[in-house]
């Protein structure tokens, strides 16, 4: 597994959606991954959900919460 080979700092959430669609739904990815982490600290999984991301991307800063006009598949 992933977990085994690099840390939480190096690992982030991603799903292949659409594709996902063809054989599950995202919340039960989602649910997937949360049990995944479930044993790893809390900055842990929060490296995985989301600071990687924000890192590698640079995104803090950012206002990240969704707005009314954006689209409704907007991870929240």
Do not use: C
């Amino acid at each position: 597994m992933a977990l085994e080979v690099f840390r939480p700092s190096r690992l982030m959430f991603g799903s292949d959606w659409p594709v996902l669609l063809l054989a599950s739904n995202y919340d039960i990815w989602k649910g997937i991954v949360e049990r995944l982490i479930t044993e790893l600290s809390f900055d842990e999984q929060q490296h995985i959900a989301a600071g990687t991301a924000v890192q590698v991307y640079r995104l803090a800063g950012i206002d990240s919460k969704p707005k009314p006009s954006d689209s409704p598949h907007l991870l929240v």
